[in-house]
């Protein structure tokens, strides 16, 4: 006798299967779902990210050039357009042969070393430039644009910069952005950019920059490109005399460094550069 299978029955059975695939459906459907949104939320993230540091990048940039504006101001008793204050101040007379009319806004005091960077100009002393890395500290201080903890000055105190009616008031540490020269303010940062100016002295880095007139006196050696074959001008500067492009001179070396801060400040850039000028 032949058995048929009753309808409903049949009817049932497959009522289950579909409930089945719609379950694993909508688990993938979420599962998709949930990947594009964080991948989007990670790209996001990323772009953010991205965008900061190239502020922080600007700003950094934006204070080097700042720096050298401020090395570069041609009288220092003057406030220019803008600034917060006048460097005021007068030049080392450590600096050999330094004479009147450069660096006017290099204005730290007449004695080396100054190992707490005043007014944002440092010139490191023997032992912090010989100090490694690995064994610097807060009591034990390598170079001054070191991070905090190996000793290095960088002054988050605002409270500590003099105020434009009080601009003889000192202080240790970085120069803000704008401070002596009246640089536009950077937008759209946590805080404005800020530079460290080392006074690179040639007496304890002759073991690693070339140097001449060994002796008494010692000064960097430094090869600017030259436009003729007898330049004016440098007779009494050249040590081995003008070549067809370069001719090598005496010079001053110091080394900038700056950093610049992102829109929420959890990005941070430094960049550092060396600037050089021949002594007339």
Not at 160 to 171: E, G, I, L
Not at 245 to 256: G, N
Request: include cysteine.
């Amino acid at each position: 006798m032949t058995r048929w299978p009753v309808p409903h029955q049949r009817y049932r059975d497959q009522q289950g299967i579909v409930v089945v695939w719609v379950l694993i459906f909508t688990t993938l459907l979420a599962l998709g779902t949930w990947y594009a949104v964080e991948y989007a939320t990670q790209a996001n993230k990323i772009a953010i990210h991205e965008q900061e540091q190239l502020t922080a990048r600007a700003a950094a940039e934006a204070a080097l050039n700042d720096a050298q504006q401020d090395l570069a101001i041609a009288n220092a008793a003057v406030k220019p357009t803008g600034a917060m204050c006048a460097r005021n101040g007068t030049l080392r007379s450590a600096m050999p042969a330094m004479s009147s009319t450069e660096f006017k806004g290099f204005d730290a005091p007449t004695s080396l070393p100054v190992n707490n960077c005043t007014n944002g100009q440092c010139a490191p002393s023997s032992t912090q430039v010989a100090m490694a890395y690995g064994t610097a500290s807060t009591t034990t201080p390598g170079l001054p644009w070191w991070p905090q903890s190996k000793g290095g000055i960088w002054n988050d105190n605002f409270k500590t910069y003099p105020a434009s009616f009080n601009c003889a008031q000192t202080y240790a540490g970085a120069t803000p952005l704008g401070f002596y020269t009246g640089t536009a303010r950077v937008v759209g940062v946590v805080r404005q950019p800020e530079y460290i100016i080392e006074y690179i002295d040639p007496a304890l880095y002759s073991n690693f920059l070339p140097v001449i007139d060994a002796g008494a006196t010692v000064h960097f050696q430094c090869q600017v490109p030259i436009l003729n074959a007898n330049p004016t001008g440098y007779a009494s500067l050249t040590d081995s005399g003008p070549t067809s492009t370069y001719i090598s001179v005496k010079c001053y070396l110091f080394r900038i460094t700056a950093r610049g801060f992102s829109q929420t400040g959890k990005n941070e850039v430094m960049l550092q550069t060396f600037v050089s000028r021949a002594i007339n």
